[in-house]
């Protein structure tokens, strides 16, 4: 019975480079010279440390072209708030990996109301959308990639006959 996976995944690997491109652009930028700003990878989250809000603001699209660049989805990532301690300025942006129990429920449930012949199984971070057909479950692929109202990127991989 053919099946393939939901998930919702990015590579750890790229994001780390892409950290240590956007490190190396803010280091070698003008507008930078002199002052401490630079991006720390933590597990699950990169850090921005800067002297001012405003170079915060200013490092933010850096590193989404990077991450862009690198194949990371930006959509990932989520950016807190900036906390500003008088010398320094810090703000933590969080990145998204698996799919959370609600939004999987909004999934299967928009799966649901297409009335395809296709069962979806929420297995922890993940769906698995099996059914008797494989053009049954391409059908699914190109109804969630055309669906907006999903904050996550989502990838179908395990697609089997």
């Keep these: 019975m053919p099946s393939f996976d939901i998930v919702s995944e990015f590579d750890a690997h790229e994001v780390h480079n892409a950290v240590d491109q956007a490190n190396k652009e803010v280091t070698t930028r003008f507008d930078f010279k002199g002052s401490n700003a630079q991006f ?3 597990d699950g989250s990169i850090l921005m440390k800067a002297e001012s809000s405003f170079q915060l603001q200013q ?3 850096i590193l989404f072209a990077k991450m862009t660049k690198r194949g990371v989805d930006i959509a990932c990532m989520e950016s807190g708030n900036i906390q500003d301690t008088g010398k320094t300025a810090q703000q933590p942006i969080t990145l998204n990996q698996g799919i959370e ?4 429920k909004k999934i299967v449930k928009l799966i649901k109301d297409k009335k395809l012949k296709v069962q979806t199984a929420i ?3 993940k769906l698995r959308v099996t059914g008797k057909k494989r053009d049954d479950l391409q059908q699914v692929i190109a109804m969630l990639k055309a669906e907006d109202s999903i904050e ?3 990838q179908f991989e395990n ?3």
């Design 40 to 42: 720390e990878l933590q």
């Design 59 to 61: 490092m933010l699209p």
């Design 101 to 104: 129990t609600p939004i999987a």
């Design 123 to 125: 297995q922890g971070e």
């Design 152 to 154: 996550l990127p989502l």
């Design 159 to 161: 697609f089997r006959d």
